[in-house]
């Protein structure tokens, strides 16, 4: 179906004055009191611009989904975290809590899935993130989901960060389905110069505006604020009647753990420096989502629209972060890694002030907005994501039963593994995660699996002394946990139900066949931002590559053989492996 045109939006032409006092009265600006450099500057719409207020509106509601960046499980005040979010807290309490929610360990594969609505094993991505150096991206073939919103009329808007691949300009979120990009290609970068160093001379500038990089931007203003700043102006200039899709991924709390001077004030007592850091980034994101609250009221869209807020994925306590008491960190698939802080807010829900203990993935977010879009999902494509709004709206049952946390054929193999070990089903020296119902099943290497409760910030540098720890060595290659009596993974069932085992491992098996190969592709050095100007952003020319081919056939003419043997064309793909593990 081809995207609908959009209809223009009216305007209203105001005095300068009144369009300025109205905004103050509804108290606009006040996140920006007692900022330093980032006060000037907090709101750049021009007067005049403001949309006229709509009677009529949309049926369609406005869709803000808001993704934090390794925000840990307990990193929430509703969770008993020492740093305050009352805007969390508030908009969650209000609306419902997700309490059974999954996402990936790292950052681009949840950002693959919620886009795509499809595990890793189905697009490529199953190992790793992209970096910046490879020539990969998040595979062309896939329908995004803002892909799927224009088609029903929507206008699409990104802020925040990408991290799905920029090798070529197609990969560039503006070509993948949204009208405007403000944010960085990358998956981590400074907070104030936007700037980002892979390795050694592999450096350069990573802010950029629909497919520029934004120079203009280069002013020290610190990302979280400036992301809030944009998406006040797109609400400013968007006719609420026209349905809109905002999908804000804040940097924050990655490291490097950087924060405004302010925001400190309330944690001088946290005496480990890295936690102190990032509370401060917290308190600032938190005051951040209160900003874009405040303007989806002030510019008509609240009372139409579904708030979303996700991490994307656990929190890392050698970075600040606190899972407790969950076991594990982002990068592993213990509980810590992977159950995630989330909530949906908006007047459209049925049961507000709940806790939703169904089971919810973040590929499940594809399907169920574009559900309420209104929008349609073509027949043969094969989601992993379920519609799963009646469940958080109504508090019915969820259509999930499982969840494919993820096989990865070419992670560090656990030398204890084996096929043997895995009742002749499954090799256990894979790396693989799966959860059925109850049940969670891991093999291979599932990583760093500690426990690591408060009393670990407690001093000035990380302390693994008050860690709960667990040796990996002792020739074990597979766990089995009842996580919904066991959701801090303590207390390992494999041996007591076999049984279960091999059930899962059947699964996890099945699952296997429908892989397709990892897209993993070694780095190029074409990619290197001082051959771009400075910039980090798409080096992949085709046309290179077509002379290349071209003066190889010229070449091979002039080779003695005068034979002519066609060869089939294959597609180059360097580097590739297999998604399909034998047995």
């Known amino acids: 179906m081809a995207p609908r045109p959009r209809s223009p939006v009216p305007h209203i032409h105001t005095h300068a004055h009144i369009w300025v006092l109205s905004l103050l009265t509804y108290g606009f600006l006040s996140w920006g009191q007692g900022l330093e450099d980032e006060e000037e500057g907090s709101l750049r719409v021009q007067a005049g611009e403001r949309p006229e207020p709509s009677t009529t509106g949309t049926s369609q509601p406005h869709l803000i989904f808001i993704l934090a960046d390794d925000q840990g499980f307990r990193d929430v005040g509703y969770h008993g975290s020492e740093i305050k979010t009352p805007t969390l807290d508030k908009l969650a309490a209000e609306g419902v809590k997700l309490e059974n929610y999954y996402v990936q360990p790292i950052c681009t594969p949840s950002r693959s899935q919620f886009i795509t609505g499809k595990y890793q094993i189905h697009t490529g991505l199953q190992h790793s993130i992209i970096r910046p150096t490879q020539p990969n991206c998040l595979p062309l073939d896939n329908a995004t989901l803002p892909q799927k919103l224009k088609e029903v009329g929507y206008s699409t808007h990104m802020v925040g960060?990408?991290?799905?691949?920029?090798?070529?300009?197609?990969?560039?979120?503006?070509?993948?389905?949204?009208?405007?990009?403000?944010?960085?290609?990358?998956?981590?970068?400074d907070y104030y110069t936007h700037y980002k160093c892979d390795s050694p001379g592999m450096c350069g500038y990573d802010l950029y505006e629909n497919d520029n990089a934004a120079w203009d931007y280069d002013n020290g203003i610190y990302s979280t604020q400036m992301y809030t700043q944009r998406v006040q102006h797109i609400l400013a200039s968007h006719?609420?009647?026209?349905?809109?899709?905002?999908?804000i991924a804040y940097q924050a709390v990655h490291s490097p753990l950087q924060a405004p001077g302010r925001y400190f004030e309330h944690y001088r007592s946290i005496i480990n420096i890295n936690r102190r850091r990032y509370a401060a980034m917290l308190s600032c994101l938190d005051e951040a989502i209160n900003n874009v609250t405040l303007a989806l009221k002030t510019y008509g869209f609240y009372n139409n629209s579904i708030i979303i807020y996700s991490s994307d994925n656990g929190g890392q306590p050698m970075a600040g972060g606190s899972n407790w008491p969950l076991r594990g960190s982002k990068g592993t698939y213990w509980e810590g890694g992977i159950r995630a802080v989330g909530f949906v807010h908006s007047p459209l829900l049925k049961n507000k002030g709940t806790v939703c203990k169904e089971l919810v993935h973040i590929t499940d977010w594809y399907p169920t907005l574009i559900s309420l879009a209104e929008g349609q999902i073509d027949e043969d494509i094969q989601l992993d994501g379920y519609d799963v709004w009646e469940t958080i709206s109504e508090g019915l049952r969820s259509p999930r039963v499982d969840i494919l946390h993820n096989i990865d054929p070419i992670y560090t193999k656990a030398k204890n593994g084996s096929l043997a070990a895995g009742y002749g089903i499954w090799n256990t020296a894979i790396q693989s995660a799966i959860r059925?119902?109850?049940?969670?099943?891991?093999?291979?290497?599932?990583?760093y699996s500690d426990w690591v409760p408060p009393q670990s910030f407690s001093n000035l540098g990380p302390n693994r002394w008050h860690n709960e720890r667990i040796t990996l060595s002792t020739g074990k290659s597979i766990w089995l946990f009842n996580i919904t009596a066991d959701p801090y993974e303590r207390v390992d069932l494999s041996s007591r139900y076999p049984g279960i085992v091999k059930k899962l491992l059947r699964r996890l098996s099945q699952f296997n066949k429908t892989a397709v190969p990892v897209r993993y592709p070694p780095k190029d050095p074409r990619s290197n931002p001082q051959l771009n100007g400075g910039v980090w952003g798409p080096w992949y020319k085709e046309e290179s590559k077509k002379k290349k081919a071209s003066k190889n056939k010229a070449e091979k003419k002039k080779q003695k053989s005068k034979t002519k043997k066609k060869r089939p064309k294959t597609r180059s793909s360097p580097n590739c492996y297999s998604g399909v593990i034998p047995g």
């Open 239 to 247: 006719n609420p009647a026209k349905p809109i899709f905002l999908y």
């Open 161 to 189: 960060k990408w991290h799905l691949g920029f090798y070529k300009k197609e990969c560039m979120p503006t070509k993948r389905g949204f009208d405007t990009f403000f944010g960085s290609l990358l998956g981590s970068g």
């Open 436 to 447: 059925v119902q109850h049940w969670k099943l891991l093999t291979g290497n599932p990583g």
